[in-house]
Each structure stands twice: as structure tokens, then as C-alpha cells.
T-cell receptor, first 115, second 111 residues
Framework: EPEVTQTPSHQVTQMGQEVILRCVPI?????FYWYRQILGQKVEFLVS????????KSEIFDDQFSVERPDGSNFTLKIRSTKLEDSAMYFC?????????????FGPGTRLTVL | KQEVTQIPAALSVPEGENLVLNCSFT??????LQWFRQDPGKGLTSLLL?????REQTSGRLNASLDKSSGRSTLYIAASQPGDSATYLC??????????FGKGTMLLVSP
């Protein structure tokens, strides 16, 4: 069964460093998402992406964040200058473009630890 | 702004019990509602999706209902098993189907 994959599973970085989190969505899906979950808190929406542009973003998704689909399979989240409070689990999700069935499928997540 | 609340926050039951998890949301203008399972330190596994026009969905021992007008959904788990132990998340879809999540119900099923 096709699934969303994410790499790396765990990333440790120093404050102020740039990180890139990678996702491979399910192949026939065209809507892509990033969410994050700070330890012990709710899963929060960051950004949605369709047709090579951002469809919607939350107030969390400030100028430090960017997303890209560099090729036909990968979808990346870049954090330009990490802060301690960026430590969280980051989930990528994807779904088909089909108004009758819009279930989102999530990847296993990347745990980001900022020291 | 959509707010999603789940009660109870935690639930402990003996194996074999039927149980109900509750989810409420503040804005009834939703696209859909999705229930997920999350094991500790792991990703989110989709359990059921209910479209805004539907009243319920069933998958095996799971049944989810939706009452949009009252802003409520329930997840019914029949004949619970220790393998059902996990955190169950309710998420409401709006806009481009971005999901707003509740904090979850942590379920422990003891043998």
C-alpha cells in the first residue's frame, strides 16, 4: 500500500542553523501539507501546497519557513534559522485532488531537536 | 477560529468493553472530520473520514458519527483490545481541507 515517507526520522541541530526536512508524498496525490506537534501539545497546521504554490498557511509559518517541491517526488520544509521553540515532531501529509474524498495521509514524522 | 475539544483526555478500560470517545468543534462549517490513531512517538494513522454530508462511517470495530449542527462527533470502539491502546485524535477539515486537531484521548485497554 502506498504511503508517505519522511527523512530523516530524527534531526538534531544547533540553534541558528538551517534544516531541511524531506517528504515523499503518495505518488498520485497533488495536495501536500506540513504539520507540527510540540511535545505534549496538539498537532498544528503549518502550510498547504498545491500546483507549485502555497494554498494556505498558518501564523506559525513565518519568514523563517519555506516549502518547495524541487522535483516530481519530493516535498521539503526548510527552516532558515532554527530556534529552540522549533523543536517538535514535523509531519508531512498528502491527499488526492478529489472533492468527493479528501482523506489526508500522514508520514511517520521527523523529530527535530534544536539545541 | 475553529477549536476542537476531545473528552475524556484519558480513558482506562478492561479488555472487551465498548467505549465512546467524544469530539466537539466550535464552527459547524466544516469540510470533513477525520479520526486518527497515534502510538507513542509515532505518526498518525487515519482510521475514519466522515464527509460533511455524511452522518457516520464504519470500519471493522470502529464507528464514527457526525452531527454537524451540534458540532459533535463520536468514535465508538466495540469489544476493545489491548492493541487498541493509543491516543485517538479528532481533526476537522476546513478551507483547503487543512485539519484542525484536538488534543486527543489517551486510551489504555488492560488485559
Amino acid at each position: 500500500e502506498p504511503e508517505v515517507t519522511q527523512t530523516p526520522s530524527h534531526q538534531v541541530t544547533q540553534m541558528g542553523q538551517e534544516v531541511i526536512l524531506r517528504c515523499v508524498p503518495i505518488s498520485n496525490h497533488l495536495y501536500f501539507y506540513w504539520y507540527r506537534q510540540i511535545l505534549g501539545q496538539k498537532v498544528e497546521f503549518l502550510v498547504s501546497f498545491y500546483n507549485n504554490e502555497i494554498s494556505e498557511k498558518s501564523e506559525i509559518f513565518d519568514d523563517q519557513f519555506s516549502v518547495e517541491r524541487p522535483d516530481g517526488s519530493n516535498f521539503t520544509l526548510k527552516i532558515r534559522s532554527t530556534k529552540l521553540e522549533d523543536s517538535a515532531m514535523y509531519f508531512c501529509a498528502s491527499r488526492k485532488v478529489d472533492s468527493s474524498y479528501n482523506e489526508q495521509f500522514f508520514g511517520p514524522g521527523t523529530r527535530l531537536t534544536v539545541l | 477560529k475553529q477549536e476542537v475539544t476531545q473528552i475524556p483526555a484519558a480513558l482506562s478500560v478492561p479488555e472487551g468493553e465498548n467505549l465512546v470517545l467524544n469530539c466537539s468543534f466550535t464552527d459547524s462549517a466544516i469540510y470533513n472530520l477525520q479520526w486518527f490513531r497515534q502510538d507513542p512517538g509515532k505518526g498518525l494513522t487515519s482510521l475514519l473520514l466522515i464527509q460533511s454530508s455524511q452522518r457516520e462511517q464504519t470500519s471493522g470495530r470502529l464507528n464514527a458519527s457526525l452531527d454537524k449542527s451540534s458540532g459533535r462527533s463520536t468514535l465508538y470502539i466495540a469489544a476493545s483490545q489491548p492493541g487498541d491502546s493509543a491516543t485517538y485524535l479528532c481533526a476537522v477539515g476546513t478551507g483547503y481541507s487543512t485539519l484542525t486537531f484536538g488534543k486527543g484521548t489517551m486510551l489504555l485497554v488492560s488485559p
